[in-house]
C-alpha cells in the first residue's frame, strides 16, 4: 500500500528554522512530483513546494520564495522541505504528497492521489 509519513514538525519561535520529512514507500518512489501543502486553521489548503523525482524540477509557492526550500534524497525515498526565517503566518498542519505525473496543474491538492496525514507547525511571535 502506498504511503507517505511526514515528521518534523513541532513549535518554534518566529525567526526559527524547522526541517519537514516525508518518507515514501517503493510504490510512488521515482516517478511524478512530491509536494508539500499546508492548510490552517478555517483556511484553504495552499500549495507550498514541490519536487519532481527524476529532473529535481522544484515549485515554490509566493509566499515561501527564498524561504523554505524542498529537496529529495533517492536513496532514502525522502523529501525534505527546510524552513527558514518561519513567520507565525507559516502556522499550520503541513502535508507532504504525491501524483505520479509532472507538469501543470502541481499547485492543486486535487491533482494529488496520495497523503501523509500531516504534521503540525506553530510559530511563535
Known amino acids: 500500500q502506498v504511503q507517505l509519513v511526514e515528521s518534523g514538525g513541532g513549535l518554534v519561535q518566529a525567526g526559527d528554522s524547522l526541517r519537514l520529512s516525508c518518507s515514501a514507500s517503493r510504490g510512488i518512489f521515482g516517478a511524478g512530483i512530491m509536494a508539500w501543502f499546508r492548510q490552517a486553521a478555517g483556511k484553504e489548503r495552499e500549495f507550498v513546494a514541490g519536487?519532481?523525482?527524476?529532473?529535481?524540477?522544484?515549485y515554490y509557492g509566493d509566499s515561501v520564495k527564498g524561504r523554505f526550500t524542498i529537496s529529495r534524497d533517492n536513496a532514502k525515498s525522502t523529501v525534505y522541505l527546510e524552513m527558514n526565517s518561519l513567520k507565525p503566518e507559516d502556522t499550520a498542519v503541513y502535508s507532504c504528497?504525491?501524483?505520479?505525473?509532472?507538469?501543470?496543474?502541481?499547485?492543486?491538492?486535487?491533482?494529488?492521489?496520495?497523503w501523509g496525514q500531516g504534521t503540525q507547525v506553530t510559530v511563535s511571535s
Open positions: 504528497a504525491h501524483r505520479y505525473y509532472t507538469g501543470v496543474g502541481y499547485s492543486f491538492p486535487s491533482s494529488y492521489a496520495t
Open positions: 519536487i519532481t523525482w527524476e529532473g529535481s524540477l522544484t
